[in-house]
């Protein structure tokens, strides 16, 4: 067992907003976009992003379906090819494998049965891709507690995955996240299909995350349960984006012109909504056919 | 029932079959250890499939007179290939697997019927014949688990971590493709020794049966293998010992045993979860409103 840490500090907006030293000796951005475009069969995704995104910061990634957000991530992971323009993980390009990346995708949720038990799922996320005897490790064993602990999932880690809420799944996976203490974490609409005490409680370990020194892009269909948190949005819609604080881009003016139509936000109180977007109007046939033709070229 | 079973002259038979005793432990052991991915990843069908399709290779070796274990292997590794290449996603896996499975039953009936050789032959590569294979054929069916095995035992962490989450794993590095067609490799190998052994109609008995048991009892990564190797073990050497001291043939001596131990283990696992859902309704009454 790893001896017992203090309790993360409740994390404070843009901690660390210097950047962090690479395998170069240089002090670099933990990601950092140039002139990055996107291209699926012919339609452009997005083209000439530049993001930096500094330690410890939130940039939430919005947008409707199909606007690239989850291929933005997997241009990120190395597993998609950009058009153009450069990817960098702390001075380097990105390849595939990174430990340095912690990564949860859309949840699928476990069906019961599955012969894992919580803590399984996180040991896999330490030592899934090595070849050789199925040993763990002393410092594995650890690395995995650490990983629980953080998450506080120590009642979920002997538990089957299969039996798991989606927001204990949701919270293992985390752990199967941060297992490596990544630099950068990736979270594919985390909060989906979870209830608001859950929502919360995962943004709160993202939060801790982030206390740490961990870069976040945090993908979301709703913006209202991470906007304390966010530092910056990143809205992707019709081959467009917009980047700034949510105050710049979730405005009428903004995303009217990133649309290109009349969309109208509306703040109440500390929320935000956005209405008159064409997400499912005209665009959602659309994106739903480039989902399933990426899942059936991911298959081939 | 008189004059099935005799154990009188047990010691000296065990000698005579000793390399039967030995094949059937190491299939029991690499079949239990297999068995846990194939549930995994939902393929017990298509190792049915495969089954087939080995029979298939095997009849077919044996009309035109090659090496039957090597028209086994053969059938398989066709039959795995064109499933994994095609069936990517469990529904049309499920459907490639029923479209070939008559197609290889059809096939090796044809095969069969031509063959001018003993009919026990015919009949064995169907339900089993252990005892009936040579000595020296008995040692490439037990050089071949072990390689098997040596394998799975190898990719075993990123195979679960992509039985688990495709998705995550390819994203850690893991080569998710290359995987999936060694697994699909290893599990016509697997396959085919299976039928050599208790024939192409039983090969599930070895190869679902043990891990869908440890399943029923325990959900740790490292339990089920253990557990599942186990039950493996216990179905086919049990059944080889009983059979030697019978005139039936050891099919429906592993068969039954697996079958036992998967009753049993359902049994306890159900017997377990529903003392869990008392002991969670319980606290739940205690808690204030």
Request: some cysteine; overall charge neutral.
């Amino acid at each position: 067992m790893t001896p017992p840490q203090p309790p993360a500090p409740p994390a404070t907006p843009a901690t660390g907003r210097n950047a962090r030293t690479g395998a170069d000796g240089i002090a670099h951005s933990v990601l950092s976009l140039a002139g990055a475009a996107l291209r699926v069969r012919g339609r452009t995704l997005f083209a000439g992003l530049d993001l930096d995104v500094a330690p410890g910061e939130f940039v939430a990634v919005l947008g409707p379906n199909g606007s690239g957000k989850t291929s933005l991530f997997r241009a990120i992971l190395g597993l998609e090819r950009l058009a153009a323009g450069t990817v960098r993980l702390l001075g380097e390009p990105v390849h595939r494998g990174d430990r340095r990346i912690g990564y949860v995708p859309q949840q699928r949720i476990w069906p019961r049965g599955m012969p894992m038990l919580g803590k399984d799922v996180v040991t896999l996320g330490r030592t899934g891709s090595r070849f050789g005897l199925p040993i763990a490790s002393r410092a594995d064993r650890e690395a995995v507690n650490r990983a629980i602990w953080q998450v506080r999932a120590e009642a979920l880690a002997n538990r089957p995955v299969g039996d798991l809420s989606g927001g204990e799944q949701q919270r293992i996976r985390i752990a199967q996240a941060i297992v490596d203490e990544p630099e950068l974490l990736l979270l594919d609409e985390p909060l989906s299909s979870l209830d608001l005490r859950s929502q919360a409680d995962i943004v709160e370990l993202v939060d801790a995350q982030r206390a740490r020194g961990a870069a976040v892009l945090f993908i979301a269909h709703d913006v209202n349960p991470i906007l304390e948190s966010v530092d910056r949005v990143l809205y992707l819609a019709q081959g467009r984006h917009r980047l700034g604080t949510p105050d710049e881009v979730l405005t009428t003016e903004s995303l009217s012109a990133l649309y290109g139509t009349r969309v109208d936000v509306v703040r109440v109180e500390d929320r935000v909504f956005v209405a008159g977007a064409p997400d499912a109007a005209h665009h959602h046939h659309e994106a739903e056919q480039d989902e399933t033709v990426e899942r059936l070229e991911r298959q081939a | 029932m008189d004059g099935v079973f005799d154990f009188s002259h047990y010691g000296d038979l065990l000698g005579l079959v000793a390399n039967s005793i030995i094949a059937c432990a190491v299939l029991g052991i690499v079949g239990g250890l297999i068995g846990v991915f194939v549930v995994q990843r939902d393929m017990a069908f298509a190792v049915h499939g495969i089954s087939e399709m080995s029979f298939a290779g095997a009849a077919g070796a044996l009309l035109v007179g090659v090496d039957v274990l090597l028209g086994a292997v053969v059938g398989s590794l066709v039959a795995a290939a064109v499933i994994g290449l095609l069936g990517a996603r469990a529904r049309d896996r499920n459907s490639i697997v029923g479209v070939l499975m008559p197609f290889g039953l059809g096939l090796g009936v044809l095969f069969l019927a031509l063959y001018p050789g003993r009919s026990a032959n015919k009949f064995g590569l169907l339900t089993g014949q252990v005892v009936a294979v040579g000595g020296g054929q008995l040692w490439v069916l037990v050089g071949v688990g072990a390689a098997v095995l040596a394998v799975l035992l190898a990719i075993w962490r990123p195979l679960a971590f992509d039985s688990l989450d495709p998705d995550v794993a390819a994203a850690r590095g893991v080569p998710t493709r290359m995987l999936s067609l060694v697994f699909m490799l290893l599990l016509g190998v697997t396959v085919a020794v299976a039928v050599q052994i208790i024939g192409a109609l039983l090969v599930l008995a070895l190869l679902v049966t043990p891990a869908a048991a440890a399943v029923r009892v325990t959900h740790s990564a490292v339990l089920v293998p253990v557990l599942s190797m186990a039950f493996g073990l216990l179905s086919a050497l049990g059944g080889i010992l009983i059979a030697i001291g019978s005139t039936l043939p050891v099919s429906p001596f592993i068969t039954t045993i697996s079958f036992v131990i998967y009753l049993v283990c359902r049994d306890i696992g159900r017997t377990r979860d529903i003392r869990r859902f008392r002991r969670a309704a319980e606290a739940k009454a205690l808690e204030p409103a």
